[in-house]
Antibody, heavy 117, light 111 residues
Framework: QVQLQESGPGLIKPSETLSLTCAVS????????WAWIRQPPGRGLEWIGY???????LYNPSLKSRVIISSDTSKGQFSLKLKSVTAADTAVYYC???????????WGQGTLVTVSS | QSALTQPRSVSGSPGQSVTISCIGA?????????VSWYQQHPGKAPKLIIY???KRPSGVPDRFSGSKSGNTASLTISGLQAEDEADYSC???????????FGGGTKLTVL
């Protein structure tokens, strides 16, 4: 089973771009969905989007105008960029992967990103 | 407001069974084979416990079972144990959503 590890700044300012990377180890990245999911403090999970190993992407419509998910197979990682952040984007951000959009057996430990001036 | 509605909380005593519901808005949910359930302990990443409505990943005890009838998916936990106390979230993908959606989560308390 693959292992995932998120990395990126823990504190960013409003209007900046949130950038996170998920390093993948211990398995192949072919034929899989690579997703970003977030969880605001004390609240439920929110799906941000995924990139398939084919390169196709799908985003949450509520975030679509601000989100880009990309992958770098040579480095064994995929990334999230979320533009024009506000305090409402403060959350624990998880990367996850699996064989179907709703089937994610592998998750990173999560990283807290706080948006504050 | 989530397109998948779950009760905020449920509770049960050790050894009992509890069922958590997940009600989908839209007719596509009723025909979608893509319903998953995740268990999340405080401060931990979610763990997949049910996928494709009723399938269990390897290592998940058969005390956990999933089903779906019409627009309502259900997670049943039988033989409750203290370690089952956690948050449970349903998740689905259907054409009408055009994306993956999570329910708001249900906190299970083992009395």
């Amino acid at each position: 089973q693959v292992q995932l590890q998120e990395s990126g700044p823990g504190l960013i300012k409003p209007s900046e771009t949130l950038s996170l990377t998920c390093a993948v180890s211990g398995g192949s990245i072919s034929g899989l969905y690579w997703a970003w999911i977030r969880q605001p403090p004390g609240r439920g999970l929110e799906w941000i989007g995924y990139i398939h190993s084919s390169g196709s992407t799908l985003y949450n419509p509520s975030l679509k105008s601000r989100v880009i998910i990309s992958s770098d197979t040579s480095k064994g990682q995929f990334s999230l960029k979320l533009k024009s952040v506000t305090a409402a984007d403060t959350a624990v951000y998880y990367c996850a992967t699996g064989g179907a959009p709703t089937r994610n057996p592998s998750w990173g430990q999560g990283t807290l990103v706080t948006v504050s001036s | 407001q989530s397109a998948l509605t779950q009760p905020r909380s449920v509770s049960g005593s050790p050894g009992q069974s509890v069922t958590i519901s997940c009600i989908g808005a839209g007719s596509d949910f009723g025909t979608s084979p893509y319903v998953s359930w995740y268990q999340q302990h405080p401060g931990k990443a979610p763990k997949l416990i049910i996928y494709d409505v009723s399938k269990r990943p390897s290592g998940v005890p058969d005390r956990f079972s999933g089903s779906k009838s019409g627009n309502t998916a259900s997670l049943t936990i039988s033989g409750l144990q203290a370690e089952d106390e956690a948050d449970y979230s349903c998740c689905s993908y259907a054409g009408s959503y055009s994306y993956v959606v999570f329910g708001g989560g249900t906190k299970l308390t083992v009395l």
